[in-house]
């Protein structure tokens, strides 16, 4: 696997950290779990996107494009890290903020990450839900070309296979600083949307013939879908990087158990799993994602589905902003609830 064959800018703060998590460890007695910190990319509070969109906006610079267009729900993590990187680079950024969530909560609307957009100059075009998103993109696009413009088009979360190189780099990252650490990595476990981030890692895994399994936890599609998703991703990945022998289907596994009423709506277990990663690790996960990734995580770890010796790393996919956009529902939380206290 060699990266460096494809375009790709750097402005990540990478390595990301990899680090155990003793209390939460301790609290439910094994396995030993730990933490990628892809929350700490560096780039406008961090996230999965960022190594995304090092592929994805170096290819941009080399075919000369000047406008980055992008795509995703309002509260996308995607949007605020793809307009902050079109402000340093000084590109223009329009992105397309669809109405995924019924709700007409002020927080949701404008704070979190719309309010990072907008700081970072992004211009938002707000529209309703269930409209291909994908194709809404494309007379975006020509009204720039009309303009004298170069537009660039990043498929929702930077998912397709250039922005998953991102996630194949991480992937190397990971096998390197476990191989450094003597840590042998039994599990992978993320949250998984898009794809890319999934896809991404499963073929870089496999193109290091490693093949740790990884385990999404889906926030938005059922199972069947959601793995055909990352399969299809990983095998075009796979391809680009000359890997042999490919992806197999059963090397894709999601569990979509915990999507609760649907993309972005909140669950009773994702709010949990926020509060004993903030109260015991100190660590900050969001109410899309990452909440219920961890959420995800916890029940399978309770249930016992992994070795009570293995060690899990929990890659951290980012998307803190959005805490500011659920303030009602951490409030009325923390309002009915105990500190979580670790066993003496
Ligand atoms: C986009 C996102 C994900 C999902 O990654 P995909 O590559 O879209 O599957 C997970 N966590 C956070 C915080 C995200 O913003």
Known sequence: MHLSRFPRLRFGHLPTPLEPLPNLTRLLGGPRLWIKRDDCTGL????????????????????????????????????????????????????????????????????GNTLLDRLFGAELRELPAGVDMNAAMEPVAEEVRRGGGEPYLIPGGGSNEIGALGYANCALELVHQANEQGLRIDHIVHATGSAGTQAGLVAGLAAM??????????????????????????????????????????????????????????????????????????????????????????????????????????????????????????EAATDRTKPARLPQ
């Open 44 to 111: 406008a509070t961090g996230g999965n996107k960022t190594r995304k969109l090092e592929f994805l906006v170096g290819d941009a610079l080399a075919r000369g494009c000047d406008t980055l267009i992008t795509q995703g729900a309002v509260q996308t993590n995607h949007g605020r890290q793809t307009a902050a990187i079109a402000a340093r680079l000084g590109l223009r950024c329009i992105l397309l903020l669809e109405h995924r969530v019924a709700t007409d909560e002020v927080e949701y609307l404008r704070n």
């Open 209 to 330: 013939n490693t093949r740790i399994p990884v385990l999404g936890i889906g926030v938005r599609a059922p199972r069947e879908r959601q793995e055909a998703m990352v399969h299809a991703l990983a095998c075009a990945v796979a391809e680009r990087l000359g890997a042999k022998g490919g992806i197999e289907r059963t090397e894709v596994r999601a569990n979509c158990e915990y999507v609760g009423d649907g993309y972005g709506i909140p669950t009773p277990a994702m709010v949990e799993a926020v509060q004993l990663f903030a109260r015991l690790e100190g660590i900050l996960l969001d109410p899309v994602y990452t909440g219920k990734g961890a959420a995800g995580l916890l029940d399978l770890v309770r249930k016992g589905f992994f070795e009570k010796d293995a060690n899990v790393v929990f890659l951290h996919t980012g998307g803190s902003a959005g805490l500011f956009a659920y303030r009602r529902t951490f």
